[in-house]
């Protein structure tokens, strides 16, 4: 396998395992003001890259705003490819930041 792929592919898992994170700490704060909007924004990711599932070493860099932050497409019958698409978890950041500072101002448990 190409170091690019693997790179790839690390690349997913780390944005995915992120996003997740992102998530659940948005769901598990206590006190933590609209909760719910935090938890999806954990899951919004901006700009990345996609790679065709033939040729993983090949990566075409985009801009653009989707949820998730990773995902699969492929069309059945589509002369189109499959596509891997991983996306940079901004949301992810900025809820763990949110959570960050609401511990921080918020009083002893």
């Not at 599932?53 to 932050?69: K, N, V």
């Not at 990773?70 to 019958?77: D, E, F, T």
Request: charge should be positive; avoid cysteine.
């Amino acid at each position: 396998m190409i170091s690019t792929a693997i790179l790839f592919y690390a690349a997913m898992a780390g944005s995915l395992l992120l996003s997740l994170v992102g998530l659940f700490a948005a769901l598990r704060e206590p006190g933590l003001r609209f909760r719910l909007l935090w938890a999806v924004l954990a899951l919004v990711g901006v700009g990345g890259g996609a790679s065709a599932w033939q040729d993983p070493a090949e990566i075409y860099w985009f801009f653009g705003i989707a949820l998730p932050t990773v995902s699969y497409g492929a069309v059945p019958g589509s002369w189109e490819p499959q596509t891997l698409r991983v996306l940079f978890p901004l949301g992810a950041f900025a809820v763990l930041l949110r959570v960050a500072l609401h511990r921080r101002i918020s009083p002893a448990r």
